[in-house]
């Protein structure tokens, strides 16, 4: 007679078991992505901020080579939830970046992300005077 109560036991066990380990590969999956896309946008921000204090460059080539950089590198689903910025400070060139990286797990909500780059214009570095800059 035990035989019977056990009966169907280890299909509902692998249905709890499969639940806990479904949610925990998902879960790892989301934060690895979240990782990744938040790294993405760091090292886009620093690299437009170096473009953008590059010799004859402005904020402007900067906010656009970070925009572009996480465009390629993520898609326009994480590039249109994250927004960048730029301007001038004084001798820096400063890029924030404000938003919420998506998750692609149904109910969990975005990263939000609030990042800010900035890199000494070129101008300011030179010493003794900077060469002309080329015509073109």
Same mark, same amino acid.
């Given at each position: 007679?035990? $035989?019977?109560?056990e $009966?169907?036991s280890? +299909?509902?066990?692998?249905?709890?078991v499969a639940a !806990?380990?479904?949610?925990l590969?998902l879960?790892?999956a989301?934060? @690895?992505?979240? #990782?990744? =896309?938040r790294?993405v946008?760091?090292?886009?921000l620093?690299?437009?901020?170096?473009v953008?204090?590059?010799?004859? &460059?402005?904020?402007d080539?900067g =906010?656009r080579?970070?925009g572009? #950089?996480? *465009?390629?590198? +993520?898609?326009?689903r994480v590039a249109g939830?994250?927004? +960048?910025?730029g &301007? @001038? =400070?004084?001798?820096l060139?400063? #890029?924030?970046? !404000?938003? =919420?990286l998506p998750?692609? +797990?149904?109910g !969990?909500p975005?990263l939000p992300? $609030?990042m800010? @780059?900035?890199?000494h *214009?070129e101008?300011?570095?030179?010493?003794g005077?900077c060469? @002309?800059r080329p015509?073109?």
């Amino acid at each position: 007679m035990p $035989r019977s109560r056990e $009966r169907g036991s280890a +299909v509902v066990e692998f249905v709890l078991v499969a639940a !806990v380990a479904l949610t925990l590969a998902l879960a790892t999956a989301q934060f @690895a992505l979240f #990782l990744y =896309e938040r790294n993405v946008v760091m090292g886009a921000l620093a690299e437009g901020a170096r473009v953008g204090a590059a010799y004859g &460059r402005g904020a402007d080539a900067g =906010e656009r080579a970070a925009g572009t #950089l996480v *465009r390629q590198a +993520v898609g326009g689903r994480v590039a249109g939830a994250v927004h +960048v910025q730029g &301007r @001038a =400070e004084g001798d820096l060139v400063v #890029l924030h970046a !404000v938003g =919420e990286l998506p998750s692609f +797990v149904p109910g !969990v909500p975005g990263l939000p992300v $609030r990042m800010t @780059a900035s890199m000494h *214009r070129e101008e300011r570095l030179c010493t003794g005077g900077c060469p @002309a800059r080329p015509a073109g």
